[in-house]
């Protein structure tokens, strides 16, 4: 609403240019540490499903129940922490960070589940498929997380 | 016969809730972030609780901010964003402002 009919003074112009100004300063402060957290959650996330789908190809924990029940509890566990401590330090998110997180989350994980099925119908144990394909896997969080150092 | 429309004076395009500069800057700083915490907020922009409280009050009837309760554990936790109503408002008043001072 526009009811400002007097043309304001040069002192409260400048003022609220600063104001502006100050504010503008204040945002981009917020948001470069809002980016720095969110990319070091998104590092975290994406060495624990790295790491726990090579658990899963070289430790092969399917055929021990305990070992199975363990390093499914090691994963999970982990996961909540860094999900609460990400939560607790949280104090602001950075534009787009929300939704960039989001689809490189979905996307990591559907490749998490396309690898498990990959070794379940080739049985294949080999480094040079499991390591690459692993670092692939974390790519889209990590990207993610790193895109605000480019802008 | 049709009446050229004159052009509009840029003080006319003021917006009267961003004409008092708090409030400004918690405009300006939310147009930086998807959301912040009300006390980053208040930290950052070196307000007391009770003057961001009442600001952020008036900016959320005016439809410009929104504020969001939530819990992290048992702590309460308002999270602080701009609507596209307040960045069009912000983008308009900038403008506005720029033009009187280049002005004057």
Redesign the interface.
Known sequence: MNNNRATPVDNTLREQLLAAETGDGVGLRISRAAEALGARYAILMAAQVAAYLLVVVYLYPQQNTWLNIGATAAFVVGLVATCRWYARSRRASSPGWPRRYSIAFAVTTGLFGAGLALLDITGNREWWLWVPYATVMALPLLAAGQVWRSK | MSIEKAPV?P?????????L??R??????????????F???RD??EVTDPVLSKQVGVLENAGYVAAKKGY??KRPRTWLSLTDTGREALSRH?TA??A??KD?
Do not use: F, M, N, W
Request: aromatic fraction near 2%; proline fraction near 3%.
């Open positions: 004076h003080r006319l395009d003021l917006d009267e809730y961003l004409s500069p708090v400004l800057s918690i405009v300006a700083a939310l147009a930086k972030v998807e959301e912040a915490e006390s980053t907020v950052t922009i992290v554990g900038l402002l720029h009187l001072i004057l």
